[in-house]
């Protein structure tokens, strides 16, 4: 595809920016290709200073019809929604009448974060607009199928995390998060709308103290992505490290990887077992063990490699 049909291709586009690098890379990605687009930032969640050199917008999240009006002036046709968006509710969404009439059924009633991600994209496809993921954009932020390394996990491992996968898909039926943290055959921490980083923080309970875990993150099932897709990076593997964590176990082609040079996960990552990635973090913590990213682990003390 020549760079003329991209420009062409990605003309006409809203960016909704959250919180987190993923909006700005976007902008700065899309500016190399001389699109014409715009930002519209959430207040509480980005910055609109961010995005100066940017044609950007500052709104706060219940100001829909405000959004609708700056879109329409600006010709838009596309929007992508980048970031993290806290679930707000009526109070502190303060919304304007078309907003509240929009969102109140499903918000008040107290719907799955699923179910309101739909209405959202409705809503604006109702409009007029097309609502766009980010594999329309770029690729580059995806974990890639294939094996890296060279060590073997053990079969009986493999058992282990096939049955785990399985039995966290499953959870994910339930629309309550994406995140897992297990051993053996148990789930034993799940995640909720703290998010992946909290969950890890509860390794911290003495009860958890002397197991080996897994982490598994897959998105969930009949999951919108263009919307919602599961996202790792370095502030996440700087908290697995601090723990007595196994292996990672991700979806391929379907998990945003952030700071891909920082984590390289194409280092440690060296199974492609069933659409997921597995991390063997004894690996890991060979390669890692003198990176600057990680100089105040103290890597002596990740001894327990053994479920």
Same mark, same amino acid.
């Given at each position: 595809?020549?760079?003329?049909?991209?420009?062409i291709?990605? #003309?006409?586009i809203?960016?909704i920016?959250?919180?987190?690098k993923l909006p700005?890379?976007i902008a700065s990605?899309?500016?190399k290709l001389?699109a014409k687009?715009?930002i519209?930032?959430?207040k509480g969640?980005?910055?609109?200073?961010?995005?100066?050199?940017f044609k950007?917008?500052?709104?706060?999240?219940?100001q829909?019809l405000?959004?609708v009006?700056?879109?329409?002036?600006n010709?838009?046709?596309?929007i992508?929604?980048?970031?993290a968006? #806290?679930?707000?509710?009526l109070v #502190?969404?303060?919304? #304007?009448?078309? $907003?509240?009439?929009k969102?109140?059924?499903?918000i008040?009633?107290?719907?799955?974060d699923?179910v309101?991600?739909r209405?959202?994209?409705?809503i604006?496809?109702n409009?007029?607009?097309?609502v766009?993921?980010?594999?329309y954009?770029?690729?580059?932020?995806f974990?890639?199928?294939?094996?890296?390394?060279t060590n073997?996990?053990?079969?009986?491992?493999?058992?282990?995390?096939?049955?785990?996968?399985k039995?966290?898909?499953?959870? $994910?039926?339930?629309?309550l998060?994406?995140?897992v943290?297990?051993?053996?055959?148990k789930?034993l921490?799940?995640?909720?709308?703290?998010?992946t980083?909290?969950?890890i923080k509860k390794?911290?309970?003495?009860k958890?103290?002397?197991?080996?875990y897994i982490?598994i993150?897959?998105?969930?099932?009949?999951?919108?992505?263009?919307?919602?897709l599961?996202?790792?990076?370095?502030?996440?593997?700087k908290c697995?490290?601090?723990?007595?964590?196994?292996?990672i176990v991700?979806?391929?082609?379907s998990?945003i990887?952030?700071?891909?040079k920082k984590?390289?996960?194409s280092?440690?990552?060296?199974y492609h077992?069933e659409?997921?990635?597995f991390c063997?973090?004894r690996?890991?913590?060979?390669?890692?063990?003198?990176s600057?990213?990680?100089k105040?682990?103290?890597f002596?003390?990740?001894n327990?490699?053994?479920?």
């Amino acid at each position: 595809m020549s760079t003329k049909t991209k420009i062409i291709m990605f #003309d006409n586009i809203a960016i909704i920016a959250g919180s987190g690098k993923l909006p700005f890379k976007i902008a700065s990605h899309l500016k190399k290709l001389n699109a014409k687009f715009i930002i519209l930032a959430i207040k509480g969640f980005s910055e609109i200073k961010l995005y100066k050199n940017f044609k950007a917008y500052s709104l706060r999240m219940g100001q829909g019809l405000k959004a609708v009006r700056i879109l329409k002036e600006n010709k838009i046709k596309k929007i992508i929604f980048l970031g993290a968006l #806290d679930r707000p509710n009526l109070v #502190d969404l303060k919304p #304007d009448l078309w $907003t509240l009439f929009k969102v109140f059924k499903f918000i008040f009633f107290k719907k799955t974060d699923d179910v309101i991600l739909r209405n959202v994209v409705s809503i604006f496809e109702n409009e007029g607009f097309k609502v766009i993921g980010l594999s329309y954009i770029t690729n580059n932020y995806f974990l890639n199928k294939g094996i890296y390394g060279t060590n073997k996990i053990p079969k009986n491992d493999l058992e282990i995390i096939n049955n785990l996968v399985k039995k966290t898909i499953q959870w $994910t039926t339930k629309d309550l998060g994406q995140s897992v943290i297990t051993s053996k055959n148990k789930i034993l921490l799940k995640e909720d709308r703290r998010g992946t980083n909290n969950l890890i923080k509860k390794l911290n309970n003495n009860k958890f103290s002397k197991i080996s875990y897994i982490f598994i993150k897959v998105k969930k099932v009949n999951q919108d992505t263009r919307m919602d897709l599961p996202t790792f990076g370095l502030d996440t593997l700087k908290c697995l490290v601090k723990t007595n964590i196994k292996y990672i176990v991700l979806n391929a082609d379907s998990t945003i990887i952030m700071d891909k040079k920082k984590t390289r996960l194409s280092q440690v990552i060296h199974y492609h077992f069933e659409n997921c990635k597995f991390c063997d973090f004894r690996k890991f913590r060979q390669n890692f063990r003198k990176s600057n990213f990680f100089k105040n682990v103290d890597f002596q003390k990740q001894n327990r490699w053994k479920f």
